[in-house]
């Protein structure tokens, strides 16, 4: 069977596949110029950012992006912590999702004064995928509340253009109670 979407806009994985998430009309497809508008939301201001949403399309290759990054790296036992609003890496691997944190990190669920602790949120996580792109806020709050931990209890082990992977460095992880 042959899909009229580009390759790039079909999210391929053992659970959601393959799921077709179609450029709009007239939306570019070229993957470079889809990089580069990606990457040009990093150069929007907080407000702008909250306010601009991918497309379809372009989320799908944000995702293909942070996929082709974590598969060489994750085995069945991983679990995987996305540093975004939502966490779409354990169910588009056939994971299972970290025990001690949200489902959902929305800046009116959470903010720099009121947090779950480092220590439960991170307890059973092997990795952690940092988005160079953000859905919103909460990449950034994210990072202020847990970048210390993260860089006290992981290692950078690789990147793409889109996403950062980072590794637990003692794989000996404590289990959620």
């Not at 996305?82 to 588009?92: G, K, Q, V, W």
Request: glycine letters at 6%; hydrophobic letters at 35%.
């Amino acid at each position: 069977m042959r899909y009229l979407t580009p390759d790039s806009g079909i999210i391929h994985s053992p659970t959601l596949g393959p799921l077709l998430l179609p450029p709009q009309p007239g939306e570019q497809v070229e993957k470079e110029r889809v990089l580069q508008d990606l990457l040009a939301r990093r150069e929007a201001t907080p407000y702008l950012i909250g306010r601009v949403s991918f497309t379809p399309y372009q989320y799908a290759h944000l995702i293909n992006d942070g996929l082709a990054l974590l598969k060489p790296n994750v085995t069945p036992t991983s679990r995987v912590f996305c540093m975004d609003l939502t966490n779409p890496f354990p169910l588009a691997l056939a994971l299972p999702y970290p025990k001690g944190g949200a489902q959902w990190w929305d800046q009116k669920t959470f903010d720099p004064k009121l947090f779950p602790n480092a220590e439960q949120v991170f307890a059973d996580v092997t990795h952690v995928m940092i988005p160079k792109v953000g859905l919103g806020h909460s990449t950034g709050l994210l990072q202020e509340v847990y970048g210390a931990y993260i860089t006290e209890n992981f290692r950078h082990v690789s990147e793409s253009p889109l996403w950062d992977l980072y590794e637990r460095k003692n794989p000996a992880v404590p289990q959620v109670k």
